[in-house]
């Protein structure tokens, strides 16, 4: 299975790129994000961001919506766009010239440069790579219904040991409009996941998702 960092993510396309390279495994990296924003935000020039409160940093190009609610801690990156009502609970990293539209819900992320998630978005405990995007109404469901702890499945089981985790996309992935993305998916670079789907497991890099039975590879156009 190939789910290591290296595998999916560019590093040199997010703020966060040293701290992930100290991990094998993305969800290994979910527990300091709130850590990690603070030391990042601490060290960011004035004359770049604005801090319109405490540990919020936004940098001057960005536009942000008077209904758009940024909590504590997060940064948000050269001009990105956070849209109407949009709803970032707090540790999120969003990065350049991303969207986090109307109603989008943000909570423990990181989200890599040029990433998407433009309408009626939940995003919990997840990590979104370089120019990823996340259709309308389509979510990370991050805790299991009977609450145990989540297992990314595949080709072999891989325990994280962790009661919370969404998903992890990879570079360049499209989520369909409508899908839901179970506890511990992790979606290959240039995949695609077709709308309305329901997503468990590791889909491989360069796939299309149509449903659990048909996973195809992407045809050269």
């Known amino acids: 299975m190939n789910i290591t960092i290296s595998d999916l993510l560019d590093l040199s396309h997010t703020m966060a790129g040293e701290y992930l390279s100290q991990f094998q495994y993305p969800w290994e990296a979910l527990d300091g994000i709130k850590e990690m924003i603070l030391s990042l935000g601490s060290q960011l020039s004035p004359e770049e961001y604005s801090q319109p409160q405490e540990h919020v940093w936004v940098h001057k190009t960005a536009v942000v919506a008077p209904t758009a609610y940024l909590g504590a801690p997060c940064i948000i990156g050269p001009e990105t766009e956070v849209r109407h009502c949009a709803f970032i ?8 010239h991303c969207v986090v539209g109307n109603s989008v819900e943000l909570k423990n992320v990181i989200l890599f440069d040029n990433v998407q998630t433009p309408h009626y978005n939940y995003v919990g405990d997840s990590i979104l790579g ?10 990370t469901s991050n805790v299991k219904s009977d609450k145990t702890l989540v297992v990314v499945k595949g080709e072999t089981d891989m325990p994280t040991g962790r009661k ?49 039975d048909h996973i195809v590879p992407r045809q050269e156009k």
């Open 130 to 139: 370089y120019k990823s995007h996340m259709g309308a109404g389509s979510i």
């Open 89 to 96: 609970r707090g540790s999120a990293l969003v990065g350049a």
């Open 164 to 212: 919370k985790m969404g998903a992890i996309l990879g570079d360049f992935v499209e989520v369909g409009c409508n899908s839901v993305l179970n506890p511990g998916t992790i979606l290959g670079r240039h995949s695609s996941v077709y709308p309305t789907s329901c997503v468990r497991g590791v889909i491989p890099a360069n796939c299309i998702y149509k449903d659990k």
